[in-house]
Each structure stands twice: as C-alpha cells, then as structure tokens.
C-alpha cells in the first residue's frame, strides 16, 4: 500500500511558478511510475505529466510542454512539479498518482493505482 500526500499548491498570478511535491510513504517509489494529472470540477481527469519505470521515462502533456518539469528524489521518495509561467487555464486541482505496474510514464488515469487527496492551485490574471 503506498499513500500519497500532495503539497505546495496555492495562489499565484499568471506569468509566475509553483512547485508541487509528492511524498510516497508506505512503500519505497523509486520502480513506480509516478504521474501529475488536474481536474477542474465538472471536468474529467487530465494528464499533465509523468515519470518512471524501468528506462525513467518522461511524459509530458501538450499543454504544458516547455513549462512545466517532473522530477524525482527517491531518497526522499518524493516527486515533484516544477511548473513556470503559469496561465489562468492552469487552475485546477492537481493531483498525484502512483503505480508499480507500468513499464513507462503513462498519461491514463485508469492506468494508475494510487492516487493522493489533490492540491488547488489558482493562477489569477
């Protein structure tokens, strides 16, 4: 069982960053493949981005692409999401997913079997 805790999250205005952190307890991370995804209410789960598996691959959405980094510290067994320039678009709760299965970062969320609570984020303009 892993459990997954996000943080970070916040107001900002457009234009700035925020970083994202998740922090796995339960079970040691460094063979998962650990991925971002948003939602807006009314919306459906969004990928944002993801990292991991067996070759440490990187996946990122269109929409972020060039803005925002994922990055690891499995020492600390904790993942994070550089995110810069942000838009107002970018509002949304994000949230952090986990699964020891998958080979490579994936951008479905049925994919993934453990999911933390969501950190708001809100990007005013």
């Known amino acids: 069982q892993v459990q997954l805790v996000e943080s970070g999250g916040g107001w900002v205005q457009a234009g700035g960053p925020l970083r994202l952190s998740c922090a796995a307890s339960?079970?040691?991370?460094?063979?998962?493949?650990m991925g971002w995804f948003r939602q807006a209410p009314g919306k459906e789960r969004e990928f944002v981005c993801a990292?991991?598996?067996?070759?440490?691959?990187?996946s990122y959405a269109d929409s972020v692409q060039g803005r925002v980094t994922i990055s690891s510290d499995y020492a600390k067994n904790t993942v994070y999401l550089q995110m810069d320039s942000l838009k107002p678009e970018d509002t949304d709760v994000y949230y952090c997913?986990?699964?020891?299965?998958?080979?490579?970062?994936?951008?479905?969320?049925?994919?993934?079997?453990?999911w933390g609570q969501g950190t708001q984020v809100t990007v005013s303009s």
């Open positions: 997913a986990a699964d020891p299965r998958l080979n490579s970062a994936s951008r479905y969320a049925s994919r993934y079997n453990y």
């Open positions: 339960g079970r040691t991370c460094s063979t998962y493949v």
């Open positions: 990292i991991g598996g067996g070759f440490g691959s990187i």
